[in-house]
């Protein structure tokens, strides 16, 4: 079993950051691909980032590349999202998820444990 905490969210304004973290409990931790999901109001989640077990290869969706920066401390157990040059469009419900394929993935349903989120919201 797998179980995953958020934490980091909050309101800022456009231009700020804010780094989002998800303490992942489990004896595999660091064999488990890794990914950020948002979701905002009447829209479907989607995705954020995702990373390899090693930290080695990471995905950053288009809407969020060169400002978000996926990271994981596996000695910690901590997955990271570190959000810079925050927009009003990326105030959403913030979701870190585990999947068991062996590389990351975009798609939601190759995921098996997802955490239960940490709201972000970005004002103009």
């Known amino acids: 079993q797998v179980q995953l905490v958020e934490s980091g969210g909050g309101l800022v304004q456009a231009g700020d950051s804010l780094r989002l973290s998800c303490a992942v409990s489990?004896?595999?931790?660091?064999?488990?691909?890794l990914g950020w999901f948002r979701q905002a109001p009447g829209k479907e989640r989607e995705f954020v980032a995702a990373i390899s077990w090693s930290g080695s290869v990471r995905e950053h969706a288009d809407s969020v590349k060169g400002r978000f920066t996926i990271s994981r401390d596996n000695a910690k157990n901590t997955l990271y999202l570190q959000m810079n040059s925050l927009k009003p469009e990326d105030t959403a419900v913030y979701y870190c998820?585990?999947?068991?394929?062996?590389?990351?993935?975009?798609?939601?349903?190759?995921?098996?444990?997802w955490g239960q989120g940490t709201q972000v919201t970005v004002s103009s």
């Open positions: 998820a585990a999947t068991r394929t062996a590389s990351p993935s975009p798609r939601m349903r190759d995921y098996a444990y």
């Open positions: 489990g004896r595999t931790f660091s064999t488990y691909p």
